[in-house]
């Protein structure tokens, strides 16, 4: 884990706690807001996070859940964590808030499973294959440039010394389609065919043979993280959508056993076999 969480993971995790402390207590929130003289609307504000606490607000709050000592302090560390400026900061104008979540996680994770039908998963992008993918987009040739940059940044991720245990899957049809020309193409499957022999990183291929899988048609990622907050699970898309990490939605469990399943029919000297096939048709 990184020394101190990214802010959006640190904000996240104080309002789930905040809210976690608020239920246990068996408190409504108007009875809460009615208890620190706020409007209703504050406290649901602070809870679904639309707006952050203060540290002196904090102190009552928790003082009132009956935290003290260290776990108060924790608190306060969060709401302080929160308030730094993440290294994605410079990019946040070009992304939308559901990716700068995305990132957040990315960066906080402990775990992450990614699977990926249509195209190489960013985290192993090459430059020029990136320069493919976002050039087909249809944006802003400066923005793309600038989410370019931001996704090259991302890798730095798989070069440090507390990365996260990284598990990908790709469909077959990743390596077969020839992004950016046959030159871009062929180097990006030697890139994958050495970041499967990274200690902390699984590639898996899941071959045409196979037939359908559950959830195949969409890319997805699931992550989990060393502490005990909830899983979240982030459905690829235009802008993508950073779906709900409420421990009552059911979606992340769901993705993370079907990316299970699926893994468990898959073998990694397979995947190779079919990458370096890949690269022997680009001749």
């Known amino acids: 884990m990184p020394e101190s969480p990214d802010p959006l993971v640190a904000w996240r995790r104080l309002r789930i706690e905040l809210r976690r402390l608020r239920e246990h207590k068996g408190d409504t929130q108007q009875q809460v807001a009615d ?7 504050k406290l649901i504000r602070i809870e679904t996070g639309r707006i952050r606490i203060s540290t002196n607000d904090l102190r ?3 003082s009132y859940y009956g935290v003290e000592g260290d776990a108060r302090e924790e608190l306060i560390e969060l709401s302080r964590d929160s308030r730094r400026q993440p290294w994605w900061e410079p990019f946040r104008e070009y992304i939308s ?3 700068a979540t995305f990132v957040a996680c990315e960066t906080d994770a402990s775990e992450i499973r990614n699977f990926e039908p249509n195209v190489v998963p960013g985290l192993l992008q090459t430059p020029a294959y990136v320069a493919a993918v976002m050039g087909n987009a249809p944006q802003d040739r400066f923005v793309a440039q600038k989410k370019a940059e931001l996704r090259l ?3 730095q991720l798989l070069e440090r010394h507390d990365m996260p245990k990284v598990r990908f899957i790709i469909d077959e049809s990743v390596v077969r389609r ?3 020309g046959r030159d871009v193409m062929r180097e990006q ?9 990274h ?3 699984t590639l898996l291929v899941a071959p045409f043979a196979i037939g359908l899988y559950r959830l195949h048609r969409r890319g997805y990622v699931v992550f989990r993280f060393a502490d005990e907050s909830p899983m979240i699970l982030y459905l690829a898309g235009g802008e993508g959508e950073m779906l709900t990490s409420d421990v009552r939605d059911e979606r992340p469990v769901i993705y993370l056993e079907a990316f299970d399943e699926l893994a468990g029919k ?7 076999k079919i990458i370096d096939d890949a690269l022997q048709q680009l001749g």
């Not at 499957?189 to 022999?197: D, N």
């Not at 898959?266 to 190779?272: A, D, F, I, K, N």
């Open 35 to 41: 208890a620190m003289d706020w409007s209703l609307s």
């Open 60 to 62: 009552v709050l928790t």
């Open 97 to 99: 808030p559901e990716y």
């Open 153 to 155: 940044r991302r890798q």
């Open 178 to 180: 020839v992004a950016g």
């Open 189 to 197: 499957l030697r890139h994958l065919r050495a970041m499967a022999g």
């Open 199 to 201: 200690p902390d990183v």
């Open 266 to 272: 898959l073998s990694e000297e397979e995947s190779l």
